[in-house]
């Protein structure tokens, strides 16, 4: 918990530092409601409130080079699903240091993605088509170090965290281990081999400040390998991934697909088509989560995108389903 709080500390002072060899202040705007059969009008997805935030981004060099990257990357949230009291709440999403040990290997430390399928090479941070992680980990991001490098042809990650997610706890001796190898991001075609070992904590929301809820103080034993791949043809972006493990005494299996069409003639113009699936218990009939999302977003310019995004939940909690439409206006620009 100290070394957290320092880690914030430290990057809170980098922001206000003016001699940084690259520096970056973007700021963030994130509008997002819609309507759901089963909750009636709504104002959040999954991972996205309404917010206002920042990302301060910065690179520190010396005569040999730069030697050290910084991120903090926060949101005000206000869920209107909650009371007056609890409405409000603070995320903290990108807020680590990574320092570059040599020979292409860099040493991260704070919260970052764990290095698990494709969420540690996508920015899902403000989209509201999103990748497994939230159902197979729990949540994209949690507290640690990682090591990242390349080898020859390959890059290489593994993280050790603390398995608690968007707030800083640890309880009932959690942590989480992930690794990934897999091809250059640079590349068109890019696939990826994960494992993950972890004892887990379940909480809902996305809040750091005050603590999200748990669902359990008791941990959940995570085991899972996983491939993902995504491949880049003209107008076309496809992804996908697989991950197979076990939850406890329980078998799961998660899958996702998708297609990205973007306009040749009309560029800011992106259509985008998904479906995914989490088996929570493969001995059991229903214990499946599976959902079939159509989007479609228009940049009206270079930091302000408009979306709209209809989807189909085939089998919720219960065996009931569920239609929902999100509308969502985001800007992110300097």
């Known amino acids: 918990m100290k070394i957290i709080i320092l880690i914030i500390s430290f990057l809170i002072v980098f922001s206000f530092y003016k001699n940084a060899a690259a520096e970056y202040f973007y700021k963030e705007i994130n509008l997002i409601g819609g309507y759901s059969d089963m909750d009636k009008w709504i104002g959040k997805s999954e991972t996205l409130s309404n917010s206002v935030g920042f990302e301060d981004f910065r690179k520190f060099s010396n005569e040999y080079g730069d030697f050290l990257t910084s991120d ?3 949101r005000l949230a206000y869920d209107s699903t909650e009371n007056s009291q609890e409405a409000w709440a603070l995320e903290v999403h990108n807020a680590w240091l990574a320092y570059k040990l040599g020979l292409g290997r860099d ?43 390349s080898l020859s042809e390959l890059d290489y990650k593994a993280a050790l965290q603390i398995g608690s997610g968007m707030s800083v706890r640890h309880r009932d001796g959690s942590y989480l281990f992930t690794t990934r190898i897999g091809t250059p991001t640079t590349n068109n075609l890019q696939y ?13 929301g996305m809040s750091t400040f005050p603590l999200d809820d748990l669902l359990s103080d008791k941990v959940v034993t995570k085991n899972r390998i996983g491939l993902d791949g ?25 899958y996702l697909g998708e297609v990205d069409y973007t306009l040749p003639r009309n560029q800011k113009i992106q259509m985008e088509l998904q479906f995914q699936s989490w088996i929570n218990d493969l001995t059991e009939d229903k214990s499946d989560d599976s959902t079939l999302i159509a989007g479609l977003s228009y940049k009206l310019n270079q930091n302000t995108t408009l979306r709209v995004a209809f989807s189909h939940d085939f089998n919720l909690m219960e065996g009931r389903e569920d239609d929902k439409i999100l509308v969502q206006f985001y800007y992110f620009g300097i």
Not at 117 to 131: M, N, S, V, W, Y
């Open 192 to 204: 990826g081999l994960s494992l993950m070992r972890g004892e887990v904590l379940q909480s809902e």
């Open 107 to 149: 040493l991260k430390i704070g919260h970052f993605d764990p290095e698990f399928g494709l969420e540690p090479i996508l920015d899902t941070h403000g989209t509201i088509l999103q990748t497994l992680a939230m159902k197979d980990i729990g949540f994209n991001k949690d507290w640690g170090v990682a090591l990242e490098g």
């Open 230 to 254: 995504q491949y880049l043809f003209t107008s076309y972006l496809f992804k996908g991934e697989v991950a197979y493990g076990r939850n406890d005494d329980d078998d799961v299996l998660g």
């Open 72 to 74: 903090l990357q926060m």
